[in-house]
């Protein structure tokens, strides 16, 4: 604290404010701040602008909190100078001001600017904070923007010549204060970063700060996962020279970044991944590009490094570093780059990365400290200084041109801006001249300036460097601030305000140019990193289709420059300025250490002493009149009279200041200087104090007086109350004891009538008990007198008992003896009636059953005769219905011919009187019904009201129907629609148990506004059953469960639960209703003037369709109309002739009439030939001629120019979609040499339905004579054709005979096939003549033109325009035209806003809750929109938006119909995938639907994110079955970016809440999978699923010569170049001599594997083929196709691909053997010049090799595996002799055979050839002659041991010259004829040659260095351009793709032989 105050106390050397000086120089100034920093006093003030002086150490204390403390609330002045003033001032002007303020800080690179504004930016948080602390608010904000220092300073500044620590970028700081004072939030601008710094630095320089603290300060794991070693590797840090600085803490730095970017809220992932950025913008800094055909990548291993990094594929990144593509007429065509362009472009890449990179950072910083709507700001601006080195390149010209606009601004603030003012308001004023810097601006950005001129070069394809320094010359020599070396060099000077600057322009277009190519745009927006892709995101390409777009200019680095610069002169404009000038004191950045002479420059160019003379003699504060009043009103005597401010404003300033010296008086403004203001205010602020502490004294008393007050006034109320308190006890006592006595006599008197009563009730007592005893005692005595009496009377009654039982006894015995015997005689009778009933019920029966069978007969016949009388009275009736429907008919068809007979007579008579009636008419209700009257809107776009409609139909009625017509189509409704949705729900009420189905109702449900009121019906006037107040429920939940898709509605008394049809109805009703729960009254009153929605919409009409709409007379409807389409007739009726009139008007703009056009609204017109194609394919098709205009909405059809007859219009939306033109003539006909018959004279093809005109081959009888061409015609169906007359003139050089032609009826079968040759058509001498091919030529060539005119005119492009309904074809004459149309239109689609769906919009908010962190956010959304989720009904639309038109027709074969439609179907399968018992099946089905049709994958990818969402039971085999297909879908296709972070979170998410389960296992394996997913062309095999399904890899057999193979792990994104890599260094092959790659093979047949490709992909390619290969009927085309040898299985095949050194390879070597068996290989396959004796030497060698010693009995039992079969098909032309002697002769031993027949007869042979054994057969004889010639061979090699059979036949193969070369056979298009037609092309390490076939020297050679380009132009032709040859080759061949693949592969290995870069 003493320090400070020390500090602060400490004496002023020199004067604290310049402005007082009293000698006005220069050298006063020097001196003045030369003492000042000599004793540790950098800041001086002139005026309120101040200056300091970077002293190049800490200064103790300076800096401390207590000096910021003592600064608070200071003016300037009050303390010595101190940048904390200048912050305090800003601080508090705010208030003072009500404006934003701004701080300027400028001066040179190294006068510590950037330390300034961290000095403002800490007191200006520490005034925050003081101030959170006074209210309690959170100060995390000031953190968050004082931590952002150390980020922008390693990613935006450098280490220059005169700075360590330089800011290369511009950055506006602004800080947003609430009205307390408190920071609650802020902005950072960037400006005019310096990209050109990542890629090249000066001498001494260093890059961005960042690159290095990432080398040296990042742990070893992170550089390890980065592939970063020592600095010194790094061509963008080291080619300076300067890598490592003592004054700068590498490590430190990125350590400050790391705790930055938390503190900014950056995730792991976010550092990693921008970590991984900076770590491939140094790797492709290291790539090196050389030429070879073009620019190839020197490194590989670099640019794979690279692109990892970036999650780019390293050949598609190649591609887009060495090769720009352009769009012509809708193909891309590559051309290759040279070296230059390719560094271009590799510079150009880096820096757009570094640049999106730190344009990311300041986003999230300022995501991190976004404000609200504050109070007002505080801005700092920290730019680059001025510059000027030894050599000044572009970053010092833009860097000087941006500080010439910010000495402008000053210069405007300081001297212009001020100084007019002064004159303006009268004021007594003597100019100040200052140097005025707007001349240099002028020569820098006038028209025609240096900007100007260098951005004109620049988008010059030939300009230099040069050229530009030439053209500034030339236009600005004579220009004063502009400097012409005297010697020519490739400089030029500039006389910038600080000095004079020469710039050297080499490198200036290279920079200036934007190299940002589309291809490197598209490259990276394939990244799979998102963060990569959010870089490039809002990056637009630049190429556009469309002509106009492709002429766009593209921005140049000095035009974006000029653009941002401009932004921040906008923004300072819009502050209050306060100006910091930083000085630097010497140029070695030691401390202690002034130099004069670098600081006086600074003082001059600066205009210091100008700014010192106008802040001395100025006046810098002004002060309007009445403001100035207000301000200072506390200072003004009461004794002022004067009501004017003026008068006031002298009379107060008098009263300070009598000379007005320190003060004057303008027109309107006071004009003050700085220490006058603060003299007032100081006065002021002690009046203001004066004034407050007697308003506090008068406060104060009167609170102590009202405090009194109501203490008395207490103290009495308190007094009251214990009065009353002590009067009421008294009262309560006394009345307590007079109670307690009245109860004491109570009591006594009822104790003594208790005793009385207690004596009378024991005398009763007494009484009774007396009673009671004699009682008992007579009672006794009865009972023992009654007792004697019993036992006598018992003792009698026994003796007579037991003489009755006996007498009962002797009677029962008789009784029983008799009931025996009659019991026996019963029994008997009884036998003998059941004996007699049974026989009488058998007859019984027998007559029963007769009259069942006859009464059933009758009911029988009975029952046939009245279902016969049915059936006569049905067909009776139907006969009858069928007649009045005929009737009825024809009736409608005569009243439509006769409305439209009544057309044109009646409709404009009408039309006429209903306008006249409407313009004259004034009828008026006095109380109309608003329902039944119709409006439109002023363009008739909208109408809408009541009509009576009558469809047609069998229910012919008229019904009352609310009509609008909108957006060009015509909708009826039962009622107006006033509610928001209506429809048919399932509810059930009264509590939430659950009830029987039988308690629920169905019930129509309608919304309006917030009522829910349900019906019985949705009929007029059904009664309403409820209403429901949406707005006073208590929640809406969704509470679907299984099946059921069901929601409650809680209100407080009761619970609804409704239940909807399906999810999607649902779902529809739960958005709605918590729409309107949650809508505010401006929410709702937009929700219900919404229009009419047609899904609620009885029927809907196209406008398009009606062919005509006409006014009718009807007797029972007056005002009636008719609306005419093609297949019905609707009759409507208006209420009043107004409606009609309105409604005809509104549908009569639309309808098919005449409409008029703007120009404007006009896009193109034309003639084209059109073509419905429906959904659905329809025989009989025509092809119409129609005018069509193009509009900005729709594409309108016409049938004549005159626009008189619509025919319809093809509405225009973004889902729409064009095809690119078509060069193909009528589908059905196929021209020469076969012709279209013609009709008539018209040069047209036939028209109609294709079955109704055919081509037909017949002929005529030998007497008919044919002097032209016959029409063949079939009319009808089921008519017999007949020939045409037709006259074909023929040129008199024409071999065709003229005589007449006639007219002869022809017939076919059904089976016949018709079709019509030229060649069989034609006749000579009245006899039928077949021409050749030779005499069709010479009648084509009699024509001057091209082709005949009969077919000059049949060909036509051909463009498809897909719309909602139909898709349209439509044919044109010229593919310029239909290229103009193709663009014209699809410019049109594109210009429509994009469709979304709900489920994209939610999407978009799931992105920026996760975003966001708000996880609450994230469950709200899935719990309101069960969209999202899993639900068990069917999909009645996609989820997203997907193309219109029909399926392509390569896809139809397989049943595809619509994307709408096959999305739909792939949802339903997915609902019932568990119950699949094979799951194979289905799921390959899905991707193969997915493979054939794209559009398609993104929509299946959501389908299962929805339906794996929000699972109950996360295991259950529905939810893993579509989490298998999902880790498929993960596996085979890579989703759109959008789908693709949905997915991803989808995953993560499912992870977080359902771990350690199964489900957790695929979503883990499917995240995986995303990351590593490569694009396919055929979809998994069965084993692959397998494997996905089991989480694991898959096993793939890899085979390799003499029947070898071996297993290999492989995944679904596993490349060729992988398994190569693998198998090499198994195999122990790392240091061959040659290259290896995978082959496709299958037999003989094999094709070389890209090193890209995906293996899985190549296994599931062979699984399908190898199914079809099983399949005989198809064997033959695979096999025509090059797909397949004989049906022999496809493997993939290892083995040699580039012969880069044939004669170093050991004969003991794995290599050897390998090299052994291509050579044989390339024998076999007679890829090899040799003779015929050398070939049989050749197999013999071979049959030694493989069997040993020939044995007797020995034969070859297949000869093409030791000899190439195909030479003994055709004979070779020449023999040549280069390894044994040759000898000529005349008979071999193959003379004889059919090798001796005619070459014709072989090719006729071959041509009727149906199958390989017949050709065996032709050649058997020559087969054996050649295997008994081996075998001869064979034995002369006895003894032969294998090695030495192989070294023979490789030393023989080795003696070619070319051994290793690839020979192809083409057909060579040559036309100076230097060669044969069939050659073949060489192709090796070091050249292409081309030779006769069997020839082994070449006729040509061309080495790879002098092959400029090649490649395949078109399929099947392959081209190479060479150096120095006028023409260039071309070449027929199946296996283009072959030969530029080893050439490419030729060719890098050079690059990589040339740069000794191991492979």
Known sequence: MAETVKILQAPQAGLSDMAKLQDLNVESILENIRQRFEADQIYTYIGSILAAVNPYKTIPNLYDFEVMEAYDKRHIGDLPPHIYAIANDAYYSMWKQTANQCVLISGESGAGKTESTKFILNYLSKMSQASAVETGNDVSVEKCILQSSPILEAFG???????????????????????????????????????????????GERNYHIFYALILGAPDEMKQKLGLGAPEKYKYINQSGCIKDPNI???????????????????????SDMFELLGAILHIGNLDFITAGGAQVSSMSVLKQAADLLSVDEYQLANALTEKTRLLRGELISTPLDEHQARDSRDSLAMNLYARCFHWIISRINVRIRTKPTFHSVGVLDIFGFENFEVNRFEQFNINFANEKLQEYFNKHIFSLEQHEYNAEGLDWVDIDWQDNGECLDLIVRKLGLLSLIDEESRFPKGTDGTMLDKLHSNHAKNGFYIKPRVNNSKFGIKHYAGDVFYETTGFLEK????????????????????????????????????????????????????????????????NPYFVRCIKPNSTKAPNAFEKTLTLNQLRYSGMLETVKIRRAGFPVRRLFDDFVRRYRPLLGKDTQSSHSQHKCISLLSSYESTNQKWQIGRTKVFLKEDLEIKLERDRAERVETLVTKAKACFKGYRARKAYKATVAKIVFVQKYCRMYRQRRRFLNLKDATITLQRYERGRKARQLFHVMMEERRMEEERKREEQRRRAEEEQRELERLKAEAKLRELEELQAKLEEDARIKAEEEAAKKKREEEERQRVLEKAKAIEAAKRLEEEQAKIRAEEERLKLENELRIRREEEALRLEKEEAERLVEEKRLEEEVRRREEELAYAMQQVMTHFDDSIAQFEEADQDSEYQDDDPDEDSVSRKSDDLQYWEGYLNMKCGGMVNTWKKRYCVLRDETLMWFRAKQEALKSGWLMKKGGGTSTLSRRNWRKRFFVLKGIELAYYESDSDGAPCKGIINIKQTKDILDSSFGRESSLDIITDKRTYHIVADNADDLSEWFSILMRVKNANEYELKQMQDEDANPKNAIGTLDVAVIDSVVPVHLQTKPNAFAIITAERVFNMSADSPEDMNGWLKALTQYHKGQRTYSKEEILMSGWLTKENTGTISRPGITRKKRYFILTSHSLDIYKSVDLQHKLGAIALNRLCSVTVPDDKMFKEIDYPPELVIMNGNRRSPPSGNPETNRRSSFSFGRKSSISGLATLSRPRSNSRPYVRDYDLPLPTNSPVASPTMRRRKLSWGKKSKIKMDLRTAMFQGGRRHTWSSKMMRNLFRCYPRSKPWWLHDLRTWKFTIHSRRYSYNLFTPSNDEAWKWT?????????????????????KELREASLNGYNDEIDKIYKLNPILRNVPYMLKSPLLPLPYGQIMSSNLDKGYTTLQDEAVKIFNVLQGSEQLPDPMPVIQGILQTCQDLKPLQDEVYCQLVKQTTWVKDADNLNNLRNWQILCCMCCTFIPSRSILRYVRFHIKRQVELSPKTQMAAYAGYALEALKRTRTREFVPSRDEIIAILGRRDMNATVFCHGGGSCQISINSSTTAGQVIHTLVKGMNLDSCYNRFSLYEKSGLVEKAIDDRSVVADILAKFESLNAQNDDGNKDSRFRARGLSDRGKPWQLFFKLFCFLDTQSVKPDSIEYSFLFEQAHEEVIRGKFPATDEQLIHLSALRMQFDKGDYVHGDWINDLTEVYPVDRLKVKPKEDNDFGFQQRDRKDTFISGTLRGIGEKTLKRLQKSASDDNILESVYRDDVSATITAIIDKWRTLKGTSAERAQNIYMSFMRSWKYFGSRLFEVECHDGRQAYPKSIWLSVNKSMVAVHKINDPNPLDEFPYEKILSFGAPIPNEYKIIVEGRRSELTFDTTEVFEIAKLMKAYINEIVKKRNMIPA
């Open 1383 to 1403: 663009y014209a239109i699809q410019e049109v689609i594109d210009s429509k806003p994009p469709i979304e769906t709900p489920s994209q919009i939610l999407i």
């Open 249 to 271: 803490n590498d490590q430190q730095i990125y350590s400050d970044v790391n705790e930055a970017l938390k503190d900014m809220k950056l995730n792991d992932e976010q550092v």
């Open 512 to 575: 200036n140019r934007d190299t940002f190519r589309d291809e490197m745009l598209t490259t990276i927006k394939e990244s799979r990193s998102d963060f990569i892709y959010d870089l490039f995101e809002d990056m637009q390409e630049s190429s556009q289709p469309n002509a106009a777009k492709k002429n766009r200019k593209k921005p140049t680095v000095s035009s974006q420059f000029q653009e941002s610069l401009h932004s921040l002169m906008s923004t300072l404009s819009a502050c």
């Open 157 to 203: 500044n450098a280490k220059t010549v005169y700075n360590n620590n330089s800011s290369r970028f511009g950055k506006f700081i602004q800080l947003a204060f609430s009205s307390r004072g408190v920071i609650e939030g802020g902005k950072v601008q960037d400006y005019l970063l310096e990209k050109n710094r990542v890629v090249g630095q000066n001498p």
